[in-house]
């Protein structure tokens, strides 16, 4: 696996907006946890030529996309509570970026093994 390989491409950054679109247009209230999935799917899907580029390229979305979640729901949290309600939600928020970023992953896998399933000429 190279790495210049994973990051090369619009799948990454295609991605990443996915995330943070979804988690602005559905509310910040919600979980983003099956927009994550989905999204690992999708960058599965376009990072097909390795089961480890798709799934790292996947994971990569997942933790940025869900880095920049934390940080606008930090900031919305800490302008309408204050700063002690933000403590609780960033204790909180951490375990929800590793489940998302285990999430991601995953999705990622999926997408590449949906690929190889459709049986498309690449």
Same mark, same amino acid.
């Given at each position: 696996?190279?790495?210049?390989?994973?990051?090369? @491409?619009?799948?990454?950054?295609?991605?990443?907006?996915?995330?943070?679109?979804? &988690?602005?247009?559905?509310?910040?209230?919600?979980?983003?946890?099956?927009?994550?999935?989905?999204?690992?799917?999708?960058? @599965?899907?376009?990072?097909?030529? /390795?089961?480890?580029?798709?799934?790292?390229?996947?994971?990569?979305?997942?933790?940025? @996309?869900?880095?920049?979640?934390?940080?606008?729901?930090?900031?919305?949290?800490?302008?309408? &509570?204050?700063?002690?309600?933000?403590?609780?939600?960033?204790?909180?928020?951490?375990?929800?970026?590793?489940? &998302?970023?285990?999430?991601?992953?995953? @999705?990622?896998?999926?997408?590449? &093994?949906?690929? /190889?399933?459709?049986?498309?000429?690449?």
């Amino acid at each position: 696996m190279d790495f210049n390989n994973v990051t090369k @491409g619009k799948a990454i950054p295609l991605g990443i907006i996915i995330i943070v679109l979804t &988690y602005l247009l559905s509310g910040a209230s919600s979980s983003i946890l099956p927009f994550v999935f989905f999204t690992g799917i999708l960058v @599965g899907l376009m990072k097909h030529d /390795n089961i480890t580029e798709s799934a790292v390229a996947a994971l990569l979305v997942a933790l940025i @996309g869900s880095v920049i979640s934390t940080i606008i729901t930090s900031a919305i949290i800490y302008i309408s &509570y204050g700063s002690t309600y933000l403590a609780y939600t960033l204790t909180s928020s951490l375990y929800l970026v590793i489940l &998302y970023i285990i999430a991601g992953a995953i @999705g990622g896998v999926i997408g590449y &093994y949906i690929f /190889n399933e459709l049986d498309v000429k690449h």
